[in-house]
């Protein structure tokens, strides 16, 4: 299992990006998919996750600004981001929930086991 993101960059508070995870083999669909985000110092945060069926889940900091979905056809899940706030800084990265798991999504990092290299966003004030 291979895992790229990509779509990072430099924005303005309140600007949008749009963040891609391309994933390889046949199996793409059957998997439950989630971002995190490390900001400089802190831990790695739960940002979002989906699963097969396309259920969404989000942390509270970011529900209602960010929309995770996926084309399972192309291999490929995204991360919308709107309304960027500084404090939404960060590396994003990708990753897959160990198969298997109940529930299809977990808010501890340990819960995946394929990630992808990163992503930096930068949202300047």
């Known amino acids: 299992v291979q895992l790229q993101a990509s779509g990072g960059g430099l924005v303005q508070a309140g600007g949008s990006l749009r963040l891609s995870c391309a994933g390889s083999?046949?199996?793409?669909?059957?998997?439950?998919m989630a971002w995190f985000r490390q900001a400089p110092g802190k831990e790695r945060e739960f940002v979002a996750a989906?699963?097969?069926?396309?259920?969404?889940y989000y942390a509270d900091s970011v529900k209602g600004r960010f929309t995770i979905f996926r084309e399972n056809a192309k291999n490929t899940m995204y991360l919308q981001m709107n309304s960027l706030k500084p404090e939404d800084t960060a590396v994003y990265y990708c990753?897959?929930?160990?198969?298997?798991?109940?529930?299809?999504?977990?808010?501890?990092?340990?819960?995946?086991?394929?990630w992808g290299q990163g992503t930096q966003v930068t949202v300047s004030s």
């Open positions: 990753a897959r929930r160990v198969p298997g798991s109940f529930p299809s999504y977990s808010l501890a990092a340990d819960g995946y086991d394929y």
């Open positions: 083999g046949r199996t793409f669909s059957t998997y439950h």
């Open positions: 989906i699963n097969w069926s396309g259920t969404t």
